[in-house]
């Protein structure tokens, strides 16, 4: 016989647990058909006349039958009740309510003579057959939760919920019924003051979250789960900073889109992270005006398989492009978005190819054989102590590559070009800044000779990203630290990179030629403040548990960041978070020839390679010993002052 032909072995267990709750029914059914009539009659027996009695004893049987096949056709006998939950409990009540039909129907042609049953009897049996059966299906359920509750007592982490509305509710559900939960909810917050006092789940609701720090505190708090999906990032950050007085792990729900896609439970629950302490709303872009000029085009990503380049596939295969081509010298990394986007898009068009943007021939071979419209390039080396270590790949990587690549695009019809750039390039202390500032001075020349439109987008740190402190934090924290910090006043500005991609997707849309995007990146943030707070939020004290060790600024590493050269200005888009910064002249034939020597130089490994930059980006300052790095303290502490004065008037 075959496998698929193979007979289930006989459920025993199926049998047994039908056969129990059969007999439990033909019981309920005998002792609400007669305990009916008894409280009708105030429990005097001897009240009850034979006329009321006789039709009951009389269509017994035939209800009991007929009250079995209505509970079958109703699933009463196939649901997993240890599961049971609001459908199971509609037809529970809709079956009883039948057999409450079927027994006034029944009674009527039992009657003796015409005399029927009372009215009250058919309310009172119903009731009765609806209280036991339910008895009978949830009880199990119930001795189930407070078997969980007591056995989880002693060796399950405490746990608060802030949010006592729908979210909540699900959440704390799922953690008391679950067989596999080692939480124990202790206490509810929630602002709102109609809620305080009450219950859910049994649950109380203790108070607002000015109670968060004395609660946690009260019963011995190891967890918070923030269970608002709709709060805004502002009142999120609010309530994150609260909770982090207490040294309890933080976790969270996603988002809103998970409430109504119902797919809250506590496998959704993650970490809460930095940026949700960032206190901004994510950037606002018009996803329309993307779609429309991607939708249909040919699109090409260099570096593809990297962090900015691997969600600007993502986002970009969402809007039906005609073909997509990743290119990235990195095979284990363009394998992986490869297999993502053929998984979520099958549909896709995709092509990746394994080239590198310093290869001329591969690079001219690519761009005339599938003739991108749009140019997303971020393909590029960004590594700051590493590229002051050999500023020759720097240069011949992003300089040189970036040349390449966007010359290849020029002659073979691309419509956009989109270089990824940084704020690292606006007065630069570093040969990777400095490196993306001639990537910069490239596009806008190349724009003003060809018919292609050429513009850079420049952003700060992005989370999360290869390279950002945030993994490299999570890492030293999760070894027991220490965390290491360059220097207690290090200064960054932050973005997620959903909202990296988004400006450079914005960007590609807005484009005319030759402008430089600057995302509006709010308030700056100190490295040590994050550090703190994801030890924070791990669950950890700082400086008892973890311990914060300071290593001194690295080669190239400056102080604070600029996202703008005080020459560029600034002008307004119609997205009030992103400007357009002035294209700067320059003298187009020295630059050419200034790049023609600096090619010469990295190629043959020069050790002039930093001076030849410092020629071409006049801003260029290495800050190779102490003395620099003290007086760009000295003047980045100075522009943070200056700037909390102008928004202070």
Not at 219 to 240: C, G, H, M, N, Q
Request: a negative charge; charged letters at 25%.
């Amino acid at each position: 016989m075959s496998k698929n032909n193979k007979k289930e072995p006989f459920n025993f267990q199926k049998l047994y647990r039908r056969t129990g709750l059969i007999i439990y029914d033909v019981i309920s059914v005998i002792f609400a058909s007669y305990f009916a009539i008894l409280i009708r009659y105030e429990f005097s027996v001897g009240s009850i006349p034979d006329h009321f009695m006789t039709p009951v004893s009389e269509f017994l049987v035939i209800d009991i039958i007929l009250t079995l096949a209505v509970f079958y056709i109703f699933k009463l006998y196939d649901s997993l009740w240890a599961y049971a939950g609001e459908r199971e409990l509609q037809n529970l009540v809709m079956a009883c309510v039948f057999s409450g039909v079927i027994d006034a129907i029944g009674l009527q042609f039992f009657k003796i003579e015409s005399r029927p049953v009372p009215q009250s009897y058919y309310f009172l049996y119903t009731f009765l057959l609806i209280t036991l059966i339910f008895i009978s299906r949830f009880s199990y359920r119930f001795f189930r939760s407070q078997k969980h509750r007591v056995e989880n007592r002693n060796n399950s982490k405490a746990v608060m919920v802030i949010g006592a509305g729908e979210a909540g509710n699900i959440i704390i559900k799922e953690i008391i019924t679950s067989n596999y939960s080692t939480m124990s909810i202790k206490c509810i917050i929630d602002d709102d003051p109609n809620k305080w006092g009450k219950y859910i789940q049994g649950i109380r609701v203790v108070g607002g979250r000015d109670r968060i720090v004395e609660c946690a505190d009260l019963y011995d708090v190891d967890e918070i789960i923030v269970a608002i999906p709709s709060v805004s990032r502002t009142e999120l950050k609010k309530i994150l900073e609260i909770c982090k007085n207490t040294n309890c792990k933080l976790r969270s729900l996603p988002g809103m889109y998970q409430l109504v896609n119902g797919e809250v439970n506590v496998s959704r629950l993650r970490d809460v992270e930095v940026e949700d302490l960032l206190g901004r709303e994510p950037i606002a872009v018009d996803m329309d005006q993307i779609a429309g000029y991607v939708s249909g085009k040919t699109v090409m990503v260099t570096g593809g398989g990297g962090s900015i380049g691997s969600e600007l596939c993502r986002q970009i295969a969402g809007h039906k492009p005609k073909r997509l081509i990743i290119v990235d010298i990195y095979e284990n990394n363009a394998y992986d978005i490869q297999q993502e986007l053929k998984s979520k898009h099958p549909e896709l068009d995709l092509v990746v190819l394994i080239a590198s943007v310093r290869n001329t021939l591969r690079i001219n071979s690519i761009f005339e054989e599938y003739k991108p419209d749009i140019v997303y390039h971020a393909a590029a080396h960004k590594h700051v102590p590493l590229m002051e270590d050999s500023p020759g790949e720097a240069i011949k990587n992003n300089v040189f590559g970036t040349w390449k690549t966007a010359m290849a695009a020029a002659m073979n019809g691309t419509k956009k070009f989109v270089m990824i750039s940084t704020d690292k390039a606006v007065n630069p202390t570093n040969v990777m800044g400095a490196s993306k500032r001639i990537c910069e001075m490239i596009v806008q020349t190349f724009n003003k000779h060809y018919d292609t439109e050429f513009v850079a987008v420049r952003f700060g740190n992005v989370l999360g990203s290869n390279g950002s402190v945030i993994p490299l934090f999570k890492k030293q924290i999760a070894a027991g630290g220490p965390v290491t910090v360059t220097d207690p006043e290090i200064i960054r500005y932050f973005m997620t990179i959903t909202e990296a991609v988004s400006l450079v997707l914005q960007a590609g849309a807005y484009a005319k030629g030759g402008e430089i995007f600057v995302l509006d990146m709010g308030e700056p943030v100190k490295i040590l403040d994050l550090a703190e707070n994801l030890i924070k939020l791990s669950g950890y004290k700082v400086g008892e548990d973890i311990r914060i060790e300071f290593t001194g600024l690295r080669p190239g590493e400056k102080l604070y960041e600029e996202m703008l050269m005080d020459e560029e200005g600034l002008q307004d888009t119609s997205n009030r978070m992103i400007h357009i910064g002035k294209p700067i002249e320059l003298d187009e034939m020295r630059f050419f020839g200034q790049l023609e020597r600096l090619k010469i130089a990295a190629n043959e490994e020069s050790a002039e390679v930093k001076s030849l930059v410092q020629e071409i980006v006049t801003t260029y300052h290495p800050t190779d010993n102490e003395a620099d790095h003290t007086r760009e303290h000295k003047e980045a502490l100075k522009k943070v002052a200056e700037k909390i004065n102008e928004e202070n008037f």
